[in-house]
């Protein structure tokens, strides 16, 4: 099997971390709530694009990360969710209120790791390079750096008292694999 590492870079961008605030009902002064979603825009000739998630952290302004490791793995499909279709990687966690310098995806994408980030393709073809690709198969995506460093997409966003802050992560695979 042909084992192409390709890079998930920032340009995959999340075409921007959305930070939509809601409102909520409580009177605690010291919390909020943070939601995390994801989304895809259309990428062709792919069958599957499957991506690790292994947590996220997300940075105070004023102070230090504050990690959401996950107790296992989460394999997402991102082609399955286009065309309006989220998926859930953060709901409702309680946290400080105040302004948030970053978030960061900690992303299973290692060097020639085939249980990790991966895409799978419709059908046989050709990269750029001139390498093929086979239908059916598993690619490992690779992202340099990605155990020490994860996605990291800095666009800042705040959580308010008693409210939710919402954040949308839509993934651009047609600029990134």
Not at 12 to 26: K, V, Y
Not at 93 to 120: C, F, M, Q, T
Not at 145 to 159: A, E, I
Request: glycine residues 10%.
């Amino acid at each position: 099997m042909l084992n192409i590492n390709k890079f998930i870079g920032l340009p995959l961008l999340a075409a921007g971390a959305l930070a939509l605030a809601g409102c909520g009902g409580s009177s605690d002064d010291a919390a909020g709530w943070l939601s995390v979603n994801l989304t895809d825009a259309p990428v062709d000739d792919a069958a599957h694009v499957y991506v690790v998630f292994e947590g996220l952290e997300i940075k105070p302004v004023d102070g230090d990360a504050i990690p959401f490791d996950f107790a296992s793995n989460r394999q997402i499909d991102l082609l399955t969710l286009q065309n309006g279709v989220t998926e859930s990687l953060l709901d409702g966690a309680e946290v400080p209120v105040g302004d948030y310098e970053w978030i960061r995806l900690k992303i299973y994408a290692a060097e020639n790791v085939n249980d990790g980030s991966r895409i799978e393709f419709d059908e046989d073809g050709t990269y750029a390079n001139g390498e093929p690709y086979f239908a059916g198969e598993a690619y490992p995506l690779f992202i340099p750096s990605g155990f020490q460093t994860g996605l990291k997409l800095v666009r800042p966003f705040s959580v308010g008292a008693g409210s939710t802050t919402r954040l949308v992560i839509d993934f651009d695979l047609r600029k990134s694999v």
